[in-house]
Protein backbone atom coordinates (compact mmCIF):
# COMPACT_ATOMS: atom_id res chain seq x y z
CA UNK A 1 0.00 0.00 0.00
CA UNK A 2 1.29 3.61 -0.66
CA UNK A 3 4.02 2.51 -2.80
CA UNK A 4 3.37 5.79 -5.26
CA UNK A 5 4.40 8.97 -4.40
CA UNK A 6 0.70 9.81 -4.93
CA UNK A 7 -0.80 6.90 -2.51
CA UNK A 8 1.91 8.37 -0.16
CA UNK A 9 0.07 11.77 -0.25
CA UNK A 10 -3.44 10.30 0.15
CA UNK A 11 -2.40 8.54 3.16
CA UNK A 12 0.04 11.51 5.06
CA UNK A 13 -1.67 14.56 6.78
CA UNK A 14 -2.82 16.51 3.91
CA UNK A 15 -4.94 13.70 3.65
CA UNK A 16 -6.27 13.85 6.74
CA UNK A 17 -6.85 17.42 6.17
CA UNK A 18 -8.82 16.99 3.02
CA UNK A 19 -11.44 14.12 5.07
CA UNK A 20 -11.86 16.79 7.40
CA UNK A 21 -12.57 19.28 4.52
CA UNK A 22 -14.92 16.94 2.54
CA UNK A 23 -17.83 16.27 5.71
CA UNK A 24 -18.59 20.32 5.55
CA UNK A 25 -19.38 18.75 1.73
CA UNK A 26 -22.30 17.22 3.30
CA UNK A 27 -24.38 19.62 2.38
CA UNK A 28 -23.99 18.70 -1.09
CA UNK A 29 -25.29 14.95 -0.44
CA UNK A 30 -28.57 16.57 -2.22
CA UNK A 31 -26.73 17.31 -5.48
CA UNK A 32 -24.90 14.16 -5.27
CA UNK A 33 -28.16 12.45 -5.07
CA UNK A 34 -29.80 13.96 -8.17
CA UNK A 35 -25.96 13.71 -10.20
CA UNK A 36 -26.46 9.62 -9.33
CA UNK A 37 -29.84 9.20 -9.22
CA UNK A 38 -30.03 10.70 -13.11
CA UNK A 39 -27.28 8.42 -13.99
CA UNK A 40 -28.78 5.32 -12.41
CA UNK A 41 -31.67 6.19 -14.62
CA UNK A 42 -29.51 5.24 -17.66
CA UNK A 43 -28.67 1.54 -16.72
CA UNK A 44 -30.80 -1.62 -16.40
CA UNK A 45 -30.72 -3.87 -13.48
CA UNK A 46 -27.95 -2.88 -11.57
CA UNK A 47 -27.95 -4.00 -8.37
CA UNK A 48 -24.61 -3.82 -6.87
CA UNK A 49 -22.21 -0.87 -7.37
CA UNK A 50 -18.29 -0.65 -6.32
CA UNK A 51 -17.11 2.78 -6.13
CA UNK A 52 -12.84 2.85 -6.06
CA UNK A 53 -11.86 5.65 -3.75
CA UNK A 54 -14.41 6.18 -1.56
CA UNK A 55 -13.10 8.66 1.09
CA UNK A 56 -15.66 8.98 3.71
CA UNK A 57 -18.34 7.89 1.45
CA UNK A 58 -20.64 11.37 0.53
CA UNK A 59 -20.85 9.06 -2.54
CA UNK A 60 -22.09 6.08 -0.94
CA UNK A 61 -24.48 8.39 1.27
CA UNK A 62 -26.35 9.67 -2.02
CA UNK A 63 -26.46 6.46 -3.95
CA UNK A 64 -28.23 4.67 -1.39
CA UNK A 65 -31.02 7.55 -1.37
CA UNK A 66 -31.11 7.03 -4.96
CA UNK A 67 -32.14 2.97 -5.43
CA UNK A 68 -32.80 0.94 -1.99
CA UNK A 69 -31.73 -2.74 -1.94
CA UNK A 70 -28.29 -2.35 -3.36
CA UNK A 71 -25.23 -4.44 -2.51
CA UNK A 72 -22.41 -1.57 -2.01
CA UNK A 73 -18.73 -1.39 -1.86
CA UNK A 74 -16.23 0.67 -1.28
CA UNK A 75 -12.41 0.59 -1.82
CA UNK A 76 -10.31 3.52 0.06
CA UNK A 77 -6.36 3.41 0.66
CA UNK A 78 -6.78 5.88 4.00
CA UNK A 79 -7.73 3.79 7.39
CA UNK A 80 -8.98 7.40 8.96
CA UNK A 81 -10.97 7.48 5.84
CA UNK A 82 -12.33 3.87 5.85
CA UNK A 83 -13.46 4.34 9.63
CA UNK A 84 -16.29 6.75 8.44
CA UNK A 85 -16.81 4.12 5.70
CA UNK A 86 -17.49 1.65 8.05
CA UNK A 87 -20.48 3.39 10.03
CA UNK A 88 -22.24 3.48 6.55
CA UNK A 89 -24.91 0.41 7.42
CA UNK A 90 -24.43 -2.42 4.87
CA UNK A 91 -21.36 -1.26 3.36
CA UNK A 92 -18.05 -3.53 2.26
CA UNK A 93 -15.29 -1.58 3.15
CA UNK A 94 -11.81 -2.69 1.55
CA UNK A 95 -8.80 -0.67 3.13
CA UNK A 96 -6.37 -0.89 -0.13
CA UNK A 97 -4.62 1.24 -2.80
CA UNK A 98 -6.53 0.43 -5.99
CA UNK A 99 -3.14 -0.57 -7.67
CA UNK A 100 -3.29 -3.25 -5.35
CA UNK A 101 -6.26 -5.45 -5.72
CA UNK A 102 -6.53 -8.65 -6.22
CA UNK A 103 -10.17 -10.67 -7.77
CA UNK A 104 -9.95 -12.32 -3.73
CA UNK A 105 -10.55 -8.84 -2.23
CA UNK A 106 -14.67 -8.13 -3.45
CA UNK A 107 -16.85 -9.27 -5.94
CA UNK A 108 -17.61 -7.95 -9.23
CA UNK A 109 -20.21 -5.30 -9.16
CA UNK A 110 -22.99 -4.27 -11.74
CA UNK A 111 -21.45 -0.69 -11.99
CA UNK A 112 -17.98 0.40 -11.16
CA UNK A 113 -17.16 4.02 -10.78
CA UNK A 114 -14.47 6.88 -9.71
CA UNK A 115 -15.60 10.29 -8.75
CA UNK A 116 -12.53 12.86 -8.52
CA UNK A 117 -10.18 9.63 -8.15
CA UNK A 118 -8.27 9.23 -11.40
CA UNK A 119 -6.83 12.43 -11.48
CA UNK A 120 -5.08 11.66 -8.48
CA UNK A 121 -3.29 8.84 -9.82
CA UNK A 122 0.57 8.70 -11.15
CA UNK A 123 -0.60 8.02 -14.69
CA UNK A 124 2.14 5.51 -15.65
CA UNK A 125 -0.06 3.44 -13.12
CA UNK A 126 -3.58 4.57 -14.86
CA UNK A 127 -3.79 1.17 -16.93
CA UNK A 128 -3.75 -0.98 -13.78
CA UNK A 129 -6.86 1.55 -12.47
CA UNK A 130 -8.86 1.16 -15.89
CA UNK A 131 -8.00 -2.85 -15.88
CA UNK A 132 -9.74 -2.86 -12.19
CA UNK A 133 -12.45 -0.95 -13.40
CA UNK A 134 -13.13 -3.33 -16.20
CA UNK A 135 -12.50 -6.54 -14.36
CA UNK A 136 -14.42 -6.04 -11.42
CA UNK A 137 -17.85 -4.60 -13.58
CA UNK A 138 -20.50 -7.46 -14.91
CA UNK A 139 -21.82 -4.17 -16.84
CA UNK A 140 -21.11 -0.44 -16.61
CA UNK A 141 -18.13 1.51 -16.06
CA UNK A 142 -18.69 5.15 -14.76
CA UNK A 143 -15.95 7.86 -14.53
CA UNK A 144 -16.88 11.42 -13.16
CA UNK A 145 -13.53 13.75 -13.45
CA UNK A 146 -11.81 16.58 -14.59
CA UNK A 147 -11.42 16.23 -18.27
CA UNK A 148 -8.85 17.88 -20.51
CA UNK A 149 -8.35 16.61 -23.99
CA UNK A 150 -4.68 16.05 -23.90
CA UNK A 151 -2.54 15.19 -20.39
CA UNK A 152 -1.97 18.24 -18.47
CA UNK A 153 -0.54 18.38 -15.08
CA UNK A 154 -2.22 21.14 -12.44
CA UNK A 155 -0.32 21.98 -9.12
CA UNK A 156 -2.40 20.84 -6.48
CA UNK A 157 -2.09 22.70 -3.20
CA UNK A 158 0.93 23.77 -4.14
CA UNK A 159 2.48 20.65 -4.87
CA UNK A 160 3.28 19.22 -8.69
CA UNK A 161 2.68 15.44 -9.75
CA UNK A 162 -0.41 15.46 -7.43
CA UNK A 163 -3.41 16.37 -9.96
CA UNK A 164 -3.94 15.18 -13.77
CA UNK A 165 -6.41 16.31 -16.71
CA UNK A 166 -6.68 13.81 -19.15
CA UNK A 167 -9.63 11.97 -21.31
CA UNK A 168 -9.56 9.11 -19.23
CA UNK A 169 -13.31 7.89 -20.91
CA UNK A 170 -11.71 7.61 -23.83
CA UNK A 171 -8.55 5.91 -22.77
CA UNK A 172 -11.16 3.65 -21.38
CA UNK A 173 -12.59 2.92 -24.23
CA UNK A 174 -9.96 2.58 -26.28
CA UNK A 175 -8.73 0.04 -23.70
CA UNK A 176 -11.00 -2.45 -23.86
CA UNK A 177 -13.21 -2.90 -27.20
CA UNK A 178 -16.13 -4.25 -26.27
CA UNK A 179 -17.01 -1.03 -23.92
CA UNK A 180 -19.93 1.54 -25.89
CA UNK A 181 -20.11 4.94 -24.44
CA UNK A 182 -23.96 5.37 -23.31
CA UNK A 183 -24.48 8.84 -22.34
CA UNK A 184 -22.01 11.90 -21.06
CA UNK A 185 -22.25 14.96 -19.24
CA UNK A 186 -21.08 18.03 -17.18
CA UNK A 187 -22.07 19.12 -13.59
CA UNK A 188 -21.62 22.96 -13.03
CA UNK A 189 -20.90 24.17 -9.54
CA UNK A 190 -22.81 27.58 -10.31
CA UNK A 191 -25.90 25.12 -11.27
CA UNK A 192 -28.80 27.03 -9.46
CA UNK A 193 -30.65 23.92 -8.21
CA UNK A 194 -27.60 21.40 -7.88
CA UNK A 195 -24.52 22.65 -8.07
CA UNK A 196 -21.47 19.75 -8.20
CA UNK A 197 -17.93 20.88 -8.73
CA UNK A 198 -16.96 21.01 -12.65
CA UNK A 199 -16.89 17.65 -13.25
CA UNK A 200 -17.03 15.39 -16.22
CA UNK A 201 -18.85 12.23 -16.19
CA UNK A 202 -19.12 9.15 -18.94
CA UNK A 203 -21.41 6.59 -18.56
CA UNK A 204 -19.98 3.47 -20.21
CA UNK A 205 -21.37 -0.40 -20.79
CA UNK A 206 -19.83 -3.73 -21.75
CA UNK A 207 -21.64 -5.28 -25.05
CA UNK A 208 -23.64 -8.26 -24.68
Known amino acids: MAGTEQEKFWT ?15 SDIPS ?3 FFGDILQRTNLVSS ?3 F ?22 IEINPEACLHLTGIDGLNVINKSILDLDKKDIPNADLTFTSGVLIHINPEHLNTV ?9 RYILVSEYYNPTPVMIPYHGKDDMLFKRDFAGEILDRFQDLVLIDYGFKYRRDNNFPLGDVTWFLMEKRR
Not at 53 to 74: D, F, M, Q, R, S
Not at 132 to 138: I, M, P, Q, T, V
Open 49 to 51: VTE
Open 12 to 26: SNFAEGYIERNQDYA
Open 130 to 138: YDALYNFSN
Open 53 to 74: GANIGLNIHAIKKTKANLVLNA
Open 32 to 34: RIK
